[in-house]
């Protein structure tokens, strides 16, 4: 089954810090997303993108930037961190854009 | 713009009985439908998808037509198992070339 591996798992931070959530896939896969989970609004998404390079504004991108560095690598930066961005962070890849989308394992992030 | 509902935020349900969870959509693109299923502490997974207009798809016992005449995409189940409480979410493949996931429905199986 297709990997995609989310560091940290948890995160605790104060408002206003710096946080950078990784995350790696090994699938070879072209679409990168990260979303939050939110209870009452389900999974939002954030940022995406669908190769090395490029990035896309997903629903939700206020507060947030990406990068994605490598075809395997994309990164979510929370630059100001506010109590809002307190949240489950999910990132996913799929090989196209009608193909299975395949979930890590998550991120909790705690901004206080 | 694109979108999609999901009407129900829970359903509670005895073992053995049928499910029905509703999923509509808004597209100008030509529609292609997911469900996802989640359970708990665990990351989502496909469960089915679809982008052929009235034709039946099945998997682990679910089952989803996706109708365009009345842009809908509803799950149901025949026989609800207690391995079956999870949360569902329905998606929808967008012309923006992203997946976008409707707030997701809680089903709870009880004895």
């Known amino acids: 089954e297709a990997a995609v591996t989310q560091s940290p798992r948890n995160k605790v931070t104060v408002t206003g810090g710096n946080v950078t959530l990784s995350c790696r896939q090994t699938?070879?896969?072209?679409?990168m997303y990260w979303y939050r989970q939110d209870t009452g609004h389900g999974l939002r998404l954030i940022h995406y993108?669908?190769?090395?390079?490029?990035?896309q504004i997903g629903d939700v991108p206020d507060g947030y930037k990406a990068t994605r560095t490598t075809q395997e690598d994309f990164f979510l930066l929370l630059e100001l961190a506010s109590p809002s961005q307190t949240s489950l962070y999910f990132c996913?890849?799929?090989?196209?854009?009608?193909?299975?989308?395949?979930f890590g394992k998550g991120t909790r992030l705690t901004v206080v | 713009g694109d979108s999609v509902t999901q009407t129900e935020g829970l359903v509670t349900l005895t073992k053995g009985l049928p499910v029905m969870l509703n999923c509509t959509y808004q597209?100008?693109?030509?529609?292609?439908l997911f469900w996802y299923v989640q359970h708990l502490n665990e990351a989502p997974k496909l469960l089915l998808k679809?982008?052929?207009?009235?034709k039946r798809t099945e998997h682990q016992g679910f089952y989803a037509t996706l109708h365009k005449s009345s842009s809908s995409f509803h799950l149901q189940k025949s026989s609800v198992q207690l391995s079956d409480s999870a949360l569902y979410f329905c998606?929808?493949?967008?012309?923006?070339?992203?997946?976008?996931f409707g707030k997701g429905t809680h089903l709870h199986v009880l004895p």
């Open positions: 996913a890849s799929s090989r196209d854009i009608n193909t299975e989308v395949f």
């Open positions: 679809s982008s052929t207009d009235n």
């Open positions: 993108s669908y190769g090395a390079g490029n990035l």
């Open positions: 699938n070879s896969h072209n679409y």
């Open positions: 998606a929808l493949r967008t012309n923006a070339y992203k997946v976008i």
């Open positions: 597209t100008t693109y030509s529609p292609f």
